[in-house]
């Protein structure tokens, strides 16, 4: 079974905290994709990366980097958090037309 | 830009009823791929059923079909026989065929609960 481990289930942090949401994929799959969902709005993208040190913005992607230095870990970095950040956040890996998710971190900002 | 449209927020029917989620979608693609998404309270995203756009035929998983209407643009989810293992929220999505990373574009959500 395909494995997306993302690090933390819950995590609260401080307003104007640099945050930084890990993800790990056990399948070498190349694609990695973050998302953030909201009530009423769905999942909408964030970053993707489709290669080591590559990336590309999603829909979202004010306020928010990414790196990914080892094709296994994607991760997602909030240079300094807002509460409009508040929000679960998503990571995924893909093969072909198959994506395949994380459980998700609810983060607070406060 | 694609688009994904769930008019529907919430829906709750009987244990064993059939029910509809309705989807649509705006693309000028010709060339793509429509899932539902099903996530329980464990926050785990659970592929639920895929459709390609180029086949006429529409897709069926067991207990889980799916009414796909090209020309219209439109892409519901039947769940017959519902149990209340189903009670989660659905997401129907959309992905565009092409080189690269292949990205979802997500609907808004219907939250279904299946009442006892």
């Known amino acids: 079974d395909v494995k997306v481990t993302q690090s933390s289930r819950y995590l609260v942090k401080r307003t104007g905290e640099k945050v930084f949401l890990e993800c790990v994929q056990d399948m070498d799959h190349e694609n990695m994709f973050w998302y953030r969902q909201d009530p009423g709005l769905g999942l909408r993208l964030i970053y993707f990366s489709y290669?080591?040190?590559?990336?590309?913005?999603?829909?979202?992607?004010?306020?928010?980097?990414?790196?990914?230095e080892k094709k296994e870990r994607f991760s997602l970095i909030l240079e300094s958090a807002s509460t409009n950040q508040t929000s679960m956040y998503l990571c995924a890996s893909s093969f072909w037309n198959l994506l395949f998710f994380g459980s998700g971190t609810q983060l607070s900002v406060l | 830009a694609q688009t994904v449209t769930q008019s529907q927020p919430e829906m709750s029917v009987q244990e064993a009823e059939t029910v509809t989620l309705s989807c649509t979608y705006d693309t000028s693609e010709s060339n793509y791929y429509l899932f539902w998404y099903k996530q329980p309270p464990?926050?785990?995203?659970?592929?639920?059923?895929?459709?390609?756009?180029?086949?006429?035929?529409?897709?069926?998983?067991?207990?889980?079909?799916?009414?796909?209407?090209?020309?219209?643009?439109?892409?519901?989810?039947?769940?017959?026989?519902?149990?209340?293992?189903?009670?989660?929220?659905?997401?129907?999505?959309?992905?565009?065929?092409?080189?690269?990373?292949?990205?979802?574009?997500?609907?808004?959500g219907t939250r279904l609960t299946i009442n006892p």
């Open chain 1, 51 to 68: 290669d080591v040190k590559m990336k590309e913005k999603g829909d979202i992607p004010e306020g928010y980097s990414v790196s990914r």
């Open chain 2, 42 to 108: 464990s926050r785990q995203m659970i592929l639920v059923i895929r459709q390609e756009a180029y086949k006429q035929q529409n897709a069926t998983e067991n207990r889980f079909s799916v009414n796909f209407q090209k020309a219209a643009k439109s892409f519901s989810l039947k769940i017959s026989d519902s149990q209340l293992g189903d009670t989660a929220m659905y997401f129907c999505a959309f992905m565009k065929h092409s080189q690269g990373a292949q990205k979802l574009v997500f609907g808004q």
